[in-house]
């Protein structure tokens, strides 16, 4: 079974400040990473994801996270926040054999003017 | 990217109604489809999974009889709520999967549910 634990369920961060929200997951078998986002009132959106290759993956609005295969973690991490970054990231894994997700609990990122 | 369409956004209903939920994989076939739940300041809990011509597979906790899929079509699946109950009030969330995108899940905007 595959288990995922988002360790900061609330961060605040100033605008402009770097952010790192962490990830870390527990598998016995390979898995894919996944990094969604979720605006007030919608559904969510993939920010980005690692399916193999190099361990470092970068979405288009300047977010990036590192899949650290020892440490079991894919951690997220932004240099400069923007007040749009608002929102509830979830942290999730799937099997590489299976299309099963599993969520983290979610981390809730505000950015403060 | 792939885009998946869910109706209703919200709906409003008296206690012991049944609401619909359709989910909509719109220019892509999902081969398989996600029922998701998810109640204010929470993760999505899968409810179940289903497969295009077969039953869905329900998570262990999810009544099958309360929460009725269909998933009839390569690009359709339906969540009935049977007998809804405030307690059933949440955000339903669907994803979709298919042949090519394997691995991927895209995510309907949701539809929120309100029982009165």
């Known amino acids: 079974a595959q288990s995922v634990t988002q360790l900061d369920s609330q961060v605040p961060v100033f605008e402009e400040a770097p952010v790192e929200l962490r990830c870390n997951y527990s598998?016995?078998?390979?898995?894919?990473l996944f990094w969604y986002v979720q605006y007030p009132n919608q559904g969510l959106q993939l920010l980005l994801k690692?399916?193999?290759?190099?361990?470092l993956v970068e979405s288009i609005n300047g977010f990036e996270a590192e899949f650290n295969k020892s440490q079991t973690s894919f951690h997220l991490r932004k240099p400069s926040v923007h007040i749009s970054d608002t929102a509830e990231y979830f942290c999730?894994?799937?099997?590489?054999?299976?299309?099963?997700?599993?969520f983290g609990p979610g981390t809730s990122l505000s950015v403060i003017p | 990217g792939a885009v998946v369409s869910q109706h209703p956004s919200w709906v409003i209903c008296k206690s012991g109604t049944s609401v619909k939920i359709e989910c909509r994989s719109l220019?892509?076939?999902?081969?398989?489809m996600f029922w998701y739940r998810q109640f204010p300041k929470q993760s999505l809990m899968l409810m179940a999974t289903?497969?295009?011509?077969?039953?869905?597979?329900?998570e262990q906790g999810v009544e099958k009889d309360k929460f009725l899929i269909n998933h009839a079509s390569l690009t359709l699946s339906t969540l009935t709520v049977t007998s809804a109950h405030p307690e059933d009030s949440s955000f339903y969330i669907c994803?979709?999967?298919?042949?090519?995108?394997?691995?991927?899940?895209?995510f309907g905007p949701g539809t929120r549910l309100t029982v009165l």
């Open positions: 994803s979709a999967s298919g042949r090519r995108i394997y691995n991927e899940q895209f």
């Open positions: 598998s016995s078998v390979s898995v894919y």
């Open positions: 690692y399916l193999s290759g190099s361990t």
């Open positions: 999730a894994v799937s099997p590489t054999d299976y299309d099963k997700v599993i």
């Open positions: 220019d892509f076939q999902a081969t398989t």
């Open positions: 289903s497969n295009e011509g077969s039953k869905a597979t329900y």
